[in-house]
């Protein structure tokens, strides 16, 4: 499974941002899906994930009501739209993967919120 970022850029607190995670490859074995993302300084958290079946999703309490995973199966992509975006996001998003109890990272993308 292969996975491709992208999505991140510099914006205002209080503004919105998109990011996306392309999937390739044997799409067909992943379980779920999520977002992660790492500050500096700061160990890698998750975000929110999202199961390939019925879709079920699970936030973190720090981005609920904010943050809204989703996915399009039939492009093998899965989106986080961020609302209401605040300083302390700011960190390298970063989209996972599993298949068969082995974890696939893409490159991982930058979101920076200024104040």
């Known amino acids: 499974v292969q996975l491709v970022e992208s999505g991140g850029g510099l914006v205002q607190a209080g503004g919105s941002l998109r990011l996306s995670c392309a999937a390739s490859?044997?799409?067909?074995?992943?379980?779920?899906m999520g977002w992660y993302r790492q500050a500096p300084g700061k160990q890698r958290e998750l975000v929110a994930t999202?199961?390939?079946?019925?879709?079920?999703?699970n936030y973190a309490d720090s981005v609920k009501g904010r943050f809204t995973i989703s996915r399009d199966k039939y492009k093998n992509t899965m989106y986080l739209q961020m609302n209401s975006l605040k300083p302390e996001d700011t960190a390298v998003y970063y989209c996972?993967?599993?298949?068969?109890?082995?974890?696939?990272w893409g490159q991982g993308t930058q979101v920076t919120v200024s104040s």
């Open positions: 999202i199961t390939s079946g019925i879709g079920s999703t």
């Open positions: 996972n993967a599993e298949a068969l109890g082995y974890h696939y």
């Open positions: 490859g044997s799409t067909f074995r992943m379980n779920a």
